[in-house]
């Protein structure tokens, strides 16, 4: 079942992408416009990372936006930020309970440790965020932690940690405001052998919003 | 009295005679001659001992299989740390690895630090802290300065990110080389709705102990915790300790404590073994 959805935030669509499943997809988000990122199939997660659009340097930072609002999942409201501390984005809707960014993502080297050697040969989200970044000027040092959208990690009270069933569907989605203007990189998470996409990649749907100004 | 520095000759006499002093903080000289050799190890083995200042950094590149030993004498310190393969820098740390790969958020003994390339950097071989966090990260100049007021290396309120800016530039990376850190001796716990607590150090005396599993670059800085809760900056000194070692084998338990494990360390040897000849 595949719901493509709408977007999830009101103002004139500006961007609206289809990403395969699998694939990597980037765009440079407008500060002050929202980017409705639909889970089209359910279950599919979104790898992500956010770079100021005019200074690579100043990125995505997961510990920076954990310790900031105190708290390791991402829910409405919360604040995405770089490593020094500055607004990159914000969520403004949320449509599951809770989204991951300590999860990671995937790559063919990390997933011979989780799922053997077998799956040397697979694509991962590492080598789409390389093939992405590479229109951008982004290497491999540019790649630091991620968001995962849709994705579940739950933390027990022991420590043990890891990725489960999701709490998506079909058409739920998630709204992020850009607070500068970013370039935001996105691998459609090609993993085949994770309860992160039901073991099954499928679409998303990339939407860009601005709203209107008063005549 | 004043000293005498109105010629080059009073001037060299003034600054020779300054050698002798010491500091709480300071590296030893040779690292044998360190005044807290840990026990049950050759000082004449040392290969690095030095006390980091409240506030302070280090950095140092040393060979696989070195032995590090990080010890909090006052229960204060905070040791930031971040790790790159001493031969391909850009291979680093990777904080979510570290969690995922042994499906575990909180770093204890025989805990892989991994980077993001399938392998081990190093493994916490002892730790008799138990309090350590791998989800804050470091402090930012934003940070420090709304809590402290101050964030400048050279201030009173240093921040981690800052001064890991540093250290990476006596190694030639720059703050695009920076990942996500993890600290040790001031811990975090996660509750069920994701809610962080910090939870502070175990007290003083503890210390963890490392073996680096592939030629390192080390990059440590001694500052608070990001969210320790005294108003004050309050961190104590922190002492580093090194010695020869073998890396982590089949024979270790650390190898053999999961099949994720095992496969990183044979990956780690694959990779040395076609690196090093």
Known sequence: MLDWSSPLSDGRVVLDERVEPRASWSAVVARGDTLTIVDVGGNQSADCL???????????????????????YVRTGTVLRSGSGAALMTVTANEIDRQDTIGGACSKESNTLRYGYHTHFQHGCRENFLAEGQKHGLGARDLVSNLNWFMNV????????????????????????????????????????????DFNPTPLRMLVTRKETAA | MTNQTDTVWAARSDARARADLTSDFMPYLPASSSPFAPAGVDPESLVWAETVAPGGYTHRVVARGTRFRLDDPTGDACAHLLLFNALEPWERLNVADTLKIPWQAYLSAGHPLLSGDGRVLATIRTDTSGRHDAFCGTSSAAWN?????????????PAGRSLFALGAAKHGLTPRDLPPSVSFFQGARVDDEGGVTYTGSAGPGTAVEFTAELPLVILLAN????????????????????????????????YTASPERTRAYLN??????????
Request: hydrophobic share 30%; glycine share 10%.
């Open chain 2, 223 to 254: 500052v608070p915790h990001p969210l320790d809760p005294r108003p004050a900056y309050t961190v104590g000194p922190l002492r580093v300790h090194a010695w020869p070692g073998s890396p982590t084998g089949p024979g270790d338990d650390a």
């Open chain 1, 50 to 72: 956010i770079f100021d659009a005019l200074d690579h340097d100043e990125r995505y930072s997961v510990p920076d936006t954990i310790t900031w609002q105190g708290n390791a």
């Open chain 2, 268 to 277: 780690t040897t694959d990779y040395w073994e076609a690196r090093a000849q």
């Open chain 1, 154 to 197: 739950p933390v027990e009270a022991d420590g043990t940690l890891g990725i489960v069933d999701g709490m998506s569907a079909p058409g739920r989605r998630v709204a992020i405001t850009a607070e500068r203007d970013v370039l935001v990189v996105v691998s459609n998470c090609p993993q085949m052998n994770n309860p992160c996409n």
């Open chain 2, 145 to 157: 300065e709304r809590k402290y007021g101050s964030s400048i290396p050279e201030g009173p309120a």
